[in-house]
């Protein structure tokens, strides 16, 4: 593990980081749950399982003090009417924030808190979102033709919590209505109790 400053280069259109020890592949088959429309998601399957989205980060100790950086690559494409996407979580550690500077393309980041509020803000190249701690995050590609690429950056001791998204979804879902994106409801959502 690198202990010294250290460049690493981003390339694109291609979206390619120059150094990079962790490269995770997300396919839709591992999100099967996630998309409203089973019909439309296992008539994709039956195909084949596309590559919806993919991760490259450097790996840092998971400690107070360090940071993790990288760069999502969520690619073009549907499934029903309802945009690639990424799972979602929120920071296992809840009060770490972080910091995602779009690099290409088009698209939103769906957001929200486990006390139901929620914002979706759109994603376009020179675009710096803050994600304040407390609020789950999910990038969603709404380009026909290109790849949504962001640059993220957060606390290396965050962790993933992905277990309330994936039970019922996020609260607003982004799918193409007359060839735009719109937002709305997930019929699936409702308020976790908190114990
Ligand atoms: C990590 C950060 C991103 C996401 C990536 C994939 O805190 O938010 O690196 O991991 O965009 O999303 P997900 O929801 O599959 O981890
Ligand atoms: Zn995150």
Redesign the pocket.
């Known amino acids: 593990m690198r202990q010294t400053p250290f460049l690493a280069g981003i390339r694109l259109p291609d979206a390619t980081l120059s150094v990079y020890d962790n490269h995770?592949v997300?396919t839709l088959s591992s999100m099967r749950e996630q998309y409203q429309d089973r019909r439309a998601c296992d008539a994709l399957l039956r195909d084949n399982d596309p590559v919806l989205?993919q991760?490259y980060?450097l790996r840092r100790p998971e400690l107070p003090g360090e940071m993790?950086f990288?760069l999502?690559v969520?690619h073009p494409g549907k499934v029903g009417d309802e945009y690639y996407m990424?799972?979602?979580?929120f920071?296992t550690v809840r009060d770490t924030a972080?910091v995602?500077h779009c690099l290409q393309g088009e698209g939103v980041m769906v957001m929200e808190t486990s006390e139901g509020e929620w914002a979706v803000e759109e994603l376009r190249p020179g675009r710096v979102l803050y994600?304040p701690p407390l609020w789950a995050?999910?990038?969603v590609n709404t380009s026909a033709v290109e790849d949504l690429v962001?640059l993220?950056i957060?606390p290396a001791n965050?962790g993933?919590d992905?277990g309330t998204i994936e039970r019922q979804g996020m609260r607003k879902l982004v799918v193409e209505r007359q060839a735009k994106p719109v937002i709305i409801d997930n019929p699936r959502w409702h308020l976790e109790k908190v114990d």
């Open positions: 995770i997300r989205y991760v980060e993790y990288g999502s969520v990424t799972k979602g979580h920071h972080e995602y994600v995050h999910r990038s962001t993220f957060y965050a993933h992905y």
